[in-house]
């Protein structure tokens, strides 16, 4: 599904950025409730007390679930509609703005006609979660992004994941 997304940002020569959520899976909010030990070092109240959790975190087997509830209810209130081929995948048009995103957990594309929306989409973002704006996609998931805009071409490269596997196996001579 990416690489058709990039491929149709080449041809219609959308612009593409990414944008990473920071500590995607605490932002979940849990739909039950959720006893804990209180973790080693960290003493409060009395022994054997336990912890009622407010906020999902990386280590409940729900979290993963939970943000992407809290993800899908944020972006359906942006205007957006996720794609029933693909539920990985939103799409914004509106008023002659489209903007499509393949999310991939906390990674998020955005490929849309103009900077302009793009930038607004990041702003409202970021509104609801903490974020790093990557700025143009250059890298997506380990591969990299090279564009030439003239010819419409997109093309993608993991030469930077080879060789950090070659260095890991020393077979890099």
């Not at 804990?36 to 003493?43: C, I, N, T, V, Y």
């Not at 509830?69 to 029933?84: A, D, I, P, V, W």
């Not at 030439?148 to 060789?163: K, M, P």
Request: charge should be neutral.
């Amino acid at each position: 599904t990416i690489r058709t997304i990039l491929a149709l940002a080449a041809l219609e020569d959308m612009e593409l950025f990414s944008i990473d959520i920071s500590q995607a899976f605490i932002n979940g909010d849990l739909d039950v409730d959720i006893f804990m030990d209180q973790p080693e070092g960290f003493a409060r109240g009395n022994p054997g007390d336990v912890l009622h959790l407010v906020k999902g975190f990386y280590v409940l087997k729900q979290a993963g679930r939970l943000w992407n509830k809290k993800l899908h209810s944020t972006l359906l209130q942006m205007g957006f509609t996720r794609l029933k081929s693909d539920a990985s995948v939103y799409i914004y048009s509106k008023d002659g703005v489209q903007v499509i995103i393949p999310i991939f957990i906390d990674d998020i594309t955005l490929a849309g006609s103009s900077v302009a929306s793009i930038k607004a989409i990041i702003a409202e973002l970021a509104s609801h979660f903490k974020l790093r704006e990557l700025g143009p996609t250059s890298f997506l998931l380990g591969i990299e992004v090279t564009r030439n805009r003239s010819l419409r071409t997109l093309s993608l490269s993991q030469r930077q994941y080879i060789i950090n596997t070659l260095t890991t196996f020393s077979m890099l001579d």
